[in-house]
């Protein structure tokens, strides 16, 4: 079976680059497309600053613009798309690790997806909202943004761990607050990235004639705008075509 994946691109619309994150100079990993798979590739544009601390800034993408992305060689196109959607706004999701005991911690996940471009949020222990919370916070602000939401809540029976660059583990201690503490959350304050989703298809003949006999190939992808007739191809960069076993 496929292997799923997304590739996630920020575009350096003078460099012809694609970094892994933004902020970052790291070039991005060489894209990798496998036969048989939808293969989303979300794409924000950016640019250098030359500001030290903040090197980098989104660029908005054209209302009336029409985006291509596709795949090929010189004298072949494999698959190609004209089609692009606005990612779901980032929201703050919280799930159950682990039920209230009297013996033992309640645990909650908080984690917002998908990864916000900026902004805050704000978490409710059940009494009140808490500060803004920024999207950067370590556990310390966190969990000393959650400690005044519930009466029941101390710095003693309330743990906060980082998990994941937006993702938390929030630990309550069933034998200190005395009944489950209802965890939720508001997502007023997210800010998300402006970025497009495109989906190449990859069961297309082009893609099967590409690869012939071989486990892979390599290949260019190519990202290009249309702002009312004029064409302008941002990104040309080597990817990877792999034959689905």
Do not use: H
Request: charged share 10%.
């Amino acid at each position: 079976m496929a292997l799923i994946t997304t590739n996630r691109l920020f575009i350096d619309v003078e460099q012809n680059r694609a970094y892994s994150q933004f902020g970052s100079f790291n070039v991005a990993p060489q894209p990798f497309f496998i036969q048989g798979d939808q293969c989303p590739v979300e794409l924000s544009l950016v640019r250098q600053t030359g500001v030290q601390g903040n090197p980098f800034e989104q660029v908005p993408f054209d209302g009336s613009s029409t985006f291509a992305l596709k795949i090929g060689t010189t004298t072949a196109v494999a698959t190609s798309t004209t089609t692009a959607t606005t990612p779901a706004a980032p929201a703050v999701a919280i799930t159950t690790v682990m039920n209230w005991s009297a013996t033992g911690y309640q645990v909650y996940r908080v984690e917002i997806i998908p990864k916000p471009f900026g902004g805050f949020f704000n978490l409710n222990g059940g009494s009140s909202d808490s500060k803004p919370i920024p999207v950067t916070a370590t556990a310390a602000e966190l969990k000393d943004a959650i400690i005044p939401t519930n009466a029941a809540l101390t710095s003693a029976n309330t743990s906060v761990q980082k998990v994941g660059q937006y993702a938390w583990e929030v630990s309550f201690s069933g034998a200190s607050t005395g009944s489950t503490i209802p965890l939720s959350a508001s997502n007023n304050g997210l800010t998300a990235f402006d970025s497009r989703l495109m989906q190449l298809d990859m069961t297309t003949a082009g893609v099967a004639t590409l690869l012939g006999s071989n486990a892979s190939v390599e290949a260019t992808l190519e990202f290009s705008i249309d702002v009312s007739g004029e064409v302008q191809t941002f990104l040309l960069t080597p990817c990877t075509v792999i034959n689905d076993l």
